[in-house]
């Protein structure tokens, strides 16, 4: 056996394209990222000059093919994109991941040639996308959905509500989930691909938010917004296989969201306690400091680890759903332990806005709520185990 063959054996081992890859996005976030930080969580908004260089980096369209303007990786790709960025700016790491995990996985799967040819180029190149499943009524029971599609001469007439929709505000194309009968449960739920400026489409209210403040969500309203039938994606009545299947790898994005969060926290937080002295030491020198931050860092590695682990085994074509919700489940309470521990580390400079560790913790909360909360990920997993 090669050395590189054996060196492959590790779980966390990387080509030599995706080390590349990972480390001009962790050069990319520490660049131009981590100095916006602040003021984007503050202004909860996303500065758009910074939209424009992650389009311009290529980290908009990771598994487009080239030729549509993508950058024809993998989704691992993805994953490691979503890391890197959330381990300093969060929000610009699940910006980048439902542009990627969600909204070009889904047309990548789902869409017909006309359909990949029109959008992914757009999405490459400047245009955000969105995905609009839940609504007021229906959150984890998503196919409970009331957001009609009716047919009109060849058309669909599109009327609900919305809500809770990441990049809502910056968005140019939606993924909106529609049924075509209420009466049907999730054999009516429909996927229609539908442009910010379809008439009937607006962007409502902007949530005031926790953490993630940077990340626009909002309601998006139809009202009678018409679109043809070439803008389904997928089949008719089939959306509910376009949600379910993309939510199944978005949510391996969220993990790697979270791993990177607990990471980012983890590096501030060893770094203050090798600078901050009482009793005459730093903090790092005291013995039941070091023990925390090691734990943490066992418990990063193994959250790391189940994340790379889902993504591989989704590229490699092996089932990956119970490790999907496994590695998005673990992650997501590993970030929550991890910006807890770097606020305590920081002591009272941990508390304020000063300080970074304070936004990671309100940022970290999120993990367990979307893309299927933890409580929906332990009813995948003992699916699973109980059949
Ligand atoms: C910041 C943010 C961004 C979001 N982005 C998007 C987006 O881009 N697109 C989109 O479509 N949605 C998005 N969402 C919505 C998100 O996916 C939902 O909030 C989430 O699925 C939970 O739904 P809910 O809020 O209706 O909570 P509920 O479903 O009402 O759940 C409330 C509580 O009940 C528990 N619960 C519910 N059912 C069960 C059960 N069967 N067994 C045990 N416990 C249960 C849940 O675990 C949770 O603790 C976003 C939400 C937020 C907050």
């Not at 990319?28 to 992650?54: G, S």
């Not at 058309?155 to 809500?163: H, N, P």
């Not at 391996?252 to 009793?279: N, P, S, T, W, Y």
């Not at 490699?316 to 309470?333: D, I, R």
Request: hydrophobic share 45%.
């Amino acid at each position: 056996m090669t050395v590189e063959a054996s060196s492959r054996q590790a779980l966390s081992a990387l080509a030599e394209d995706e080390r590349l890859f990972r480390d001009s996005l962790a050069e990319f976030a520490n660049r131009e990222v981590r100095p916006l930080v602040r003021r984007m969580d503050e202004q909860a908004q996303m500065d758009p000059a910074l939209v424009d260089r992650l389009f311009a980096l290529g980290a908009m369209a990771i598994e487009a093919p080239d030729a549509l303007g993508g950058g024809s990786g993998t989704f691992f790709h993805a994953v490691l994109a979503v890391e890197e960025l959330s381990r300093v700016g969060p929000s610009v790491g699940v910006l980048v991941d439902v542009q990627n995990t969600l909204v070009v996985n889904a047309l990548l799967r789902w869409g017909r040639a006309d359909q990949t040819a029109q959008h992914l180029p757009r999405l490459a190149r400047d245009t955000i996308g969105a995905y609009a499943l839940s609504e007021a009524g229906s959150g984890s029971d998503a196919f409970a959905l009331a957001t009609r599609a009716v047919e009109d001469g060849g058309d669909f007439v599109v009327t609900g509500r919305k809500l809770w929709i990441t990049n809502a505000r910056e968005a140019g194309l939606f993924i909106v989930f529609a049924t075509i009968d209420p009466a049907a449960g999730y054999r009516g739920v429909t996927a229609f691909l539908i442009g910010r400026d379809t008439p009937g489409l607006t962007v409502g209210k902007k949530e005031d938010k926790l953490g993630i403040r940077a990340s626009s969500t909002c309601e998006v309203v139809l009202d009678g917004c018409r679109v043809t039938r070439a803008s389904v994606l997928g089949e008719v009545g089939k959306g509910y296989k376009v949600a379910i299947e993309t939510l199944n790898e978005g949510r391996i994005g969220i993990g790697a969201q979270m791993v990177g969060l607990a990471q980012g926290a983890l590096d501030h937080a060893v770094a203050h306690i090798k600078e901050r002295r009482q009793f005459g030491k730093t903090i790092a020198e005291f013995q039941g400091v070091q023990f925390q931050v090691a734990r943490i860092a066992a418990e990063i590695h193994g959250a790391r680890l189940m994340v790379y682990e889902a993504a591989r085994l989704r590229d490699s074509g092996q089932p990956f759903v119970t490790e999907a919700a496994m590695c998005k489940l673990v992650a997501s309470e590993v970030a929550e332990r991890a910006a807890s521990l770097a606020v305590n580390l920081f002591g009272g400079y941990g508390f304020v806005r000063d300080y970074p560790v304070e936004k990671l913790y309100r940022d970290a909360k999120i993990g367990q709520i979307y893309e299927g909360t933890s409580n929906l990920q332990l009813q995948t997993i003992a699916k699973q185990l109980l059949g």
